[in-house]
């Protein structure tokens, strides 16, 4: 017990004093969640409105796949991405193996079902009248998409949300595709992995303090906009 | 298929081995909780040694294979009774800590550096200390353990033995933080060198069907011979640690009849280790 | 005149189901077109197509002499339609009567152009920082009709703008929408179930039913069930005891129209073929369509409008509450499928 107390307290210490390996940390895990939620809302939220708003056979086949790999494991995922990019693979030539870029790809991966899926079942849920509302004042297809999400603002923070989440506290990717390179492309969940498996339970938990930080950050940010809304 | 049993026997330790605490103490009287390296554990050297050693002495080896520095921690936390390890400056600060007694040299296997066949950084043939100066002074890309391992303390070491700084945020320098494998995997995708023990690298050269993207560059040098020993867990400092089943098996280790049989364990066909225990009887 | 909105050969199609079929409709500048049916009747859905809302499955649709699609195009910023339930965008009363204007890119005074809309709704300037929640229906419906009167639209269309709301909001929209037409000369196509309303205002009244466009009316509607009765002839039973006589129906459960010009009041014999209703007289009124007297009654539960013209003597004995006998001819019951 008395250990786990003395981690708590040596946690609190690193942070304070702003270790600089434990920030550098930091900075890489919010660096590349930038750069993967980035990414996946510019290409889920489009995507998942075309799933949501449009009627076409196979619609509904095509949603429950999208609701699959909302569980696909990071571990996968993480083989994938290496394999792709892995010098012998189709994307060697790009170097991107052992990148925070690399571990975005993978993220992105992670995060686009998730997103296509909350932003597909928040556009559904979307008033059936909205259409015919826009449409009757004149509104272009491009309006059209624009007012529908701004419409459905809520569960798009909701769908953003639940996949920085995910990409937040995965550690496959990271690991796997990132290599957990010091100074590079250790990110918060590959550190607390290695730190535990030196026996380094400070550094451990402090990193574990700074994700549970930013978890809540988010969490209490989006209640606001959901009083707000 | 040997290391996939090893893997799993391990895995049922963790698993089970508070169940054995609980329920079965007799069974629980003559087992002896081992803290030790990967490098012993995934070579299948412990697979290959425990039927030795229960016949020889009636104990029953349970082993946690870790890096050097959780394993030296295991030890201070008391949860393991006899480590077998290979940092001997770390290891001599945890007996004179007062965690370890009774350090006694076993074998020692070697280190190999290893990189791409074309040796980008030309360093082939020289000696340990001009190759990794020539490394720094080229910006050849270097994969370190980085994870606070006994292979990762060695090159720590390497470094300071030949007067050089220990490179830490140049960007040639990649901290892996990972097991052994996987920096190899990585030093082979970067095109970079690394440090390897030698039973690491037969795997690899074996899973590469003897056509690995990574060749030994420099081996032999006096600097890359790696000493394990044996350490006794305190009993005052832990009262629950088997000191007496610690003894016997660390007895058996430096004794004749286990120095021979660690000489005689191959892996896919090569020595690994060389006995080298201070009086063997 | 030149017709404003001209439908030629239009069809309309859910899955496999025909929803409306109008073969010719002419809608003309300035004029109030009145749209009657029952519930599921294709009003909605012309009321969609003309509002350029939904793609007709097959027929043209021109505006102003020049064919037009759904959803694109000038002309769609020209007619605007009020929607049966409209929606109300999550913002505030402001921003949803703004949007129109600047879909449009309209410059100018917003803010003058959204007091305006509200005055025209009859609700207080102090609305306009409302948020989309806290509105009553009646005043959420006077937001959404505001929201197109401000776009000043060539063509209004109207889906049951009265019909979820209080008397107050119901009279205010009533305004508001004449408003429009006497100021800017809006073009009005409006879907109702309030008959009177519509009678009293509307230049014209399309009656639809089943998709389809009726040629008289939808006066004097005559539901089933029929049943066979003597000599080929098929009989609904009214609740006084008395009988409604038709030809054959195509189905028993099918529903008629007795037009009211073919009701005439007796007087003296039954002509051959003819047939007897005793009913009560309700109301005399004129007609705006005959220029003449009518009369309203009731047989037995069934509500009848009588047109045949009526001279003074009959007029005398059709005061209301008084009893009298009419005459129809079973084979001018029209069956509608």
């Known amino acids: 017990m008395d250990f786990i107390l003395q981690g708590v307290a040596q946690a609190i210490v690193l942070l304070a004093s702003g270790d600089w390996e434990t920030y550098s940390a930091v900075f890489a895990t919010v660096q590349v969640s930038g750069l993967s939620m980035g990414a996946s809302l510019l290409i889920g939220i489009p995507l998942g409105y075309l799933l949501g708003y449009l009627d076409f056979p196979g619609k509904k086949p095509l949603r429950t796949v999208v609701d699959t790999l909302l569980s696909l494991p990071t571990v996968f995922i993480g083989l994938v991405v290496y394999a792709f990019l892995s010098y012998r693979g189709p994307f060697g030539e790009l170097s991107l193996l052992f990148t925070l870029t690399g571990i975005a790809i993978g993220q992105t991966i992670l995060a686009l079902p998730v997103v296509i899926s909350l932003t597909a079942t928040a556009v559904e849920s979307l008033d059936r009248h909205l259409r015919l509302t826009l449409v009757s004042l004149g509104a272009s297809p491009r309006q059209i998409f624009l007012t529908s999400l701004w419409e459905a603002r809520l569960g798009l923070l909701i769908a953003a949300v639940t996949a920085t989440g995910r990409v937040l506290t995965e550690v496959g990717i990271s690991m796997m595709v990132g290599g957990n390179i010091k100074w590079q492309t250790r990110t918060i969940t590959t550190a607390i992995a290695l730190e535990t498996n030196k026996g380094q339970f400070a550094t451990g938990i402090a990193l574990g303090l700074v994700l549970l930080a930013l978890a809540f950050a988010i969490n209490v940010s989006l209640s606001f906009l959901r009083r707000r809304g | ?281 | ?337």
């Open chain 3, 1 to 337: 005149m030149e017709p404003f909105i001209l439908l030629q050969g239009v069809k309309h199609f859910y899955k496999e189901r025909l929803a409306l079929d109008i073969p010719e409709l002419q809608i003309e500048k300035g004029s109030i077109t009145g749209l009657a049916g029952p519930n599921g009747s294709g009003k909605s859905t012309l009321l969609r197509i003309l509002a350029l809302a939904e793609q007709c499955t097959s027929g043209t649709l021109l505006v102003e002499g020049t064919p037009v699609w759904a959803y694109a195009g000038k002309a769609s910023r020209r007619i605007t339609m009020l929607p049966q339930e409209p929606y109300l965008l999550r913002r505030t009363v402001y921003d949803n009567i703004a949007y129109g204007l600047r879909l449009r890119n309209k410059g100018g005074d917003l803010k003058a152009a959204v007091g305006e809309g509200l005055a025209l709704v009859g609700l207080d300037p102090s609305f306009a920082a409302r948020r989309w929640h806290e509105l009553s229906g009646g005043e959420a419906q006077r937001v959404a009709l505001a929201a197109r009167l401000v776009l000043r639209p060539s063509c209004l269309l109207l889906d049951e703008p009265t019909a979820s709301v209080d008397v107050k909001s119901g009279l205010l929209i009533q305004q508001a929408i004449l408003h429009a037409r006497e100021q800017w000369g809006t073009t009005l196509v409006i879907a109702s179930h309030n008959r009177s309303w519509l009678h009293d205002i509307c230049d014209h009244l399309i009656f639809l039913y089943n998709g389809r466009r009726l040629e008289c009316c939808l006066d004097n509607f005559l539901p089933g069930p029929w049943s066979p009765a003597e000599t080929g002839l098929w009989q609904a039973s009214l609740s006084d005891g008395q009988a409604l006589y038709a030809g054959k129906p195509s189905r028993p459960d099918s529903n008629g129209v007795l037009p009211p010009s073919s009701l005439r009041l007796m007087n003296g014999t039954l002509r051959e073929g003819e047939r007897l209703l005793r009913c009560t007289v309700i109301a005399i009124y004129i007609d705006k369509y005959l220029h003449a007297p009518s009369l309203q009654v009731n047989c037995g539960g069934q509500p009848l409008v009588v047109s045949s013209p009526l001279d003074e003597d009959e007029l005398d004995a059709c005061r209301p509450g008084r009893e009298v006998n009419l005459c129809y001819r079973p084979e001018n019951v029209i069956w509608l499928d």
């Open chain 2, 1 to 281: 298929m040997k290391n996939f049993t090893a893997h799993w026997k391990r895995i049922g330790t963790i698993l089970f081995f508070p169940l054995f605490l609980a329920g079965n103490s007799q069974a629980a009287d003559k087992e002896l909780m081992m803290a030790t390296t990967t490098s012993t554990d995934d070579t299948g050297l412990l697979e290959y040694l425990a039927p030795m050693v229960t016949k020889a002495t009636g104990i029953t080896v349970k082993w946690v294979g870790t890096g050097t520095g959780k394993a030296l921690k295991m030890g201070e936390d008391c949860n393991a009774d006899v480590l077998l390890v290979h940092a001997p400056a770390a290891e001599k600060k945890f007996v004179e800590a007062g965690f370890g007694i009774n350090r006694r040299e076993v074998m020692y296997n070697d280190f190999v550096v290893i990189g791409p066949n074309a040796d980008p950084a030309a360093i082939k043939g020289k000696d340990l200390c001009t190759a990794l100066k020539t490394i720094t002074d080229k910006k050849a890309a270097f994969v370190s353990r980085g994870d606070d391992s006994g292979t990762h303390k060695m090159e720590l070491s390497l470094w300071k033995d030949c007067a050089l700084q220990a490179p830490d945020k140049e960007s040639w320098y990649l901290q892996a933080g990972q097991g052994m494998m996987p920096t190899i995997t990585m030093a082979a995708e970067r095109g970079g060198y690394t440090l390897a023990d030698r039973g690491t690298y037969i795997k690899y050269e074996a899973d590469n069907q003897g056509k690995p993207p990574l060749a030994i560059i420099l081996e032999g040098d006096k600097h890359l011979l790696n000493q394990y020993s044996v350490i006794e867990v305190n009993p005052q400092k832990c009262p629950n640690a088997k000191n007496d089943l610690a003894r016997q098996y660390g007895d058996w280790m430096v004794g004749k009849e286990g120095q021979a049989a660690i000489g005689g364990f191959k892996l896919l066909g090569k020595q690994l280790f060389t006995p080298n225990a201070a009086a063997a009887k």
